[in-house]
């Protein structure tokens, strides 16, 4: 990784200094995370109860020869008070982009996202996800990249080339909202003998027909979402070790805006990875503008997530009902709120969700995130997070 990081650095460079800047201006974020958990955890070794980290995102973006050309640099950093693991540092995107008339093409480390539901982004494959950072699995790692994009009347077909993998960021062994046995990630496994270094591909057709947008995409190559192998330690304790699938994934994705109403649809069908399964999202939102005359506008959502390996699948949506709201206020703070529940009907178990933010001045902004578990069963995934109930606040200075 550090070479193609090292070898995209000079060539870009290169490039900056031998053409006319046309933009050339820094942007991001630093803030400060502080999050507190209501009760004890499960094992000793998470010992904490509050947990402090501090975050810098700086952006640096450059183009040239009339904007057809540019480049973009986004490194990451994070310093955890109590997980080594959590403190860690990524290149999220640093991408060369030459744009032509009928096609454009991005060189680099960059990230990509596929899907239209809220809950779950079940088809969205492309970049790995950075665990450490949340357990929504929003958060990704810049993924190293060819992607040739052929533009058309009739729609856009992506085209990608992956030439290196990029392992799972899981939590260590003293941090809150991990498993329970941890991951031992120092002992992943690969069904490609080539591991980090397998080729991957994947192609995606996108296009909108009147109210509908469709995009359809089919993937090879190293799952980013490992098998769990229950294992020891050199000391008899029980852990977890992530084995890493080759697969094919075909997925569909859809939305039709129909007024106020947007409907949603997430579909895959997957092999390679221990067995051959199905999975589905599907849902709505509706918008309520303008509510009792003011200005805030309500949105109401609802979702059914399927996955037809029931009690076997990795992913805690394998049965499950989430509906929420989205409160966004339009006032000059910019404050929004979004409420979410999500219950799974085989175990009965339910996750509470509460999210909002509001901007203290043009700097900064404050956020705050609710999380809460209850009635999780021994063979629900989530019951790791039973005793895992948190409060976040995170207050960004951004630039």
């Known amino acids: 990784m550090f070479k193609i990081v090292t070898t995209l650095s000079i060539l870009f460079g290169s490039i900056a200094i031998s053409n006319t800047v046309i933009a050339n201006e820094w ?47 986004v490194p990451f950093v994070r310093l955890d008070e109590n997980d080594n ?3 860690h540092f990524d290149i999220r995107e640093l991408t ?33 996800t ?11 790692l810049g993924q190293p990249m060819i992607n040739l994009a052929l533009i058309n009347d009739w729609g856009t077909v992506d085209l990608f080339v992956m030439p290196y993998f990029r392992e799972r960021y899981f939590p260590g ?17 690969f069904e490609s003998a080539a591991k980090e270094k397998h080729v991957d591909f994947a192609a995606r057709y996108s296009h909108y027909f009147g109210d509908w947008d469709i995009g359809v995409s089919h993937f090879y190559g190293t799952s980013r979402d490992p098998r769990l192998l ?25 939305q039709a805006t129909k007024g106020n109403m947007l409907w949603k649809l997430e579909a895959l069908h997957r092999s390679g990875q221990a067995t051959t399964y199905n999975a589905i999202a599907a849902g709505f939102e509706y918008t309520f503008v303008g509510i009792m005359d003011s200005a805030i506008d309500l949105g109401l959502l609802s979702e059914y997530h399927y996955d037809d390996r029931g009690e076997s699948a ?10 929420g709201a989205r409160l966004a206020f339009n006032d000059a703070q910019s404050s929004e709120a979004l409420i979410g529940l999500v219950w799974d009907r085989n175990t009965g178990g339910k996750f509470f969700n509460i999210e909002a933010s509001r901007r203290l001045s043009d700097s900064f902004l404050l956020e705050a995130q609710g ?15 039973a005793k895992d109930d948190y409060i976040e606040l995170f207050l960004s200075y951004n630039f």
């Open 27 to 73: 942007s991001g974020y630093a803030g400060l995370e502080f999050r507190g958990f209501s009760q004890t955890a499960q094992e000793s070794r998470q010992d904490h109860s509050t947990n402090f980290s501090f975050v810098f995102e700086p952006e640096y973006y450059h183009e040239w020869d009339e904007g057809n050309q540019s480049i973009a640099f």
């Open 130 to 140: 950075d665990l450490v950072e949340n357990l929504d699995t929003e958060d990704k």
């Open 173 to 189: 062994t003293s941090s809150r909202l991990r498993t329970i046995p941890h991951i031992d990630q120092s002992r992943s496994q």
């Open 314 to 323: 990795s992913s805690t949506f394998e049965d499950d009902i989430a509906v």
């Open 96 to 128: 060369y982009l030459k744009v032509a008339e009928s096609w454009e093409l991005r060189l680099g480390v960059r990230k990509v996202f596929w899907g239209v539901t809220e809950f779950q982004h079940l088809v969205d494959v492309i970049n790995q």
């Open 230 to 254: 229950l294992s020891t330690d050199n000391s008899g304790n029980a852990v977890f070790i992530p084995f890493y699938d080759i697969i094919n994934q075909t997925s569909l994705d859809l």
């Open 85 to 87: 693991e959590r403190t």
């Open 371 to 385: 999380r809460f578990f209850t009635n999780q069963k021994n063979s629900d995934p989530a019951k790791a997070f």
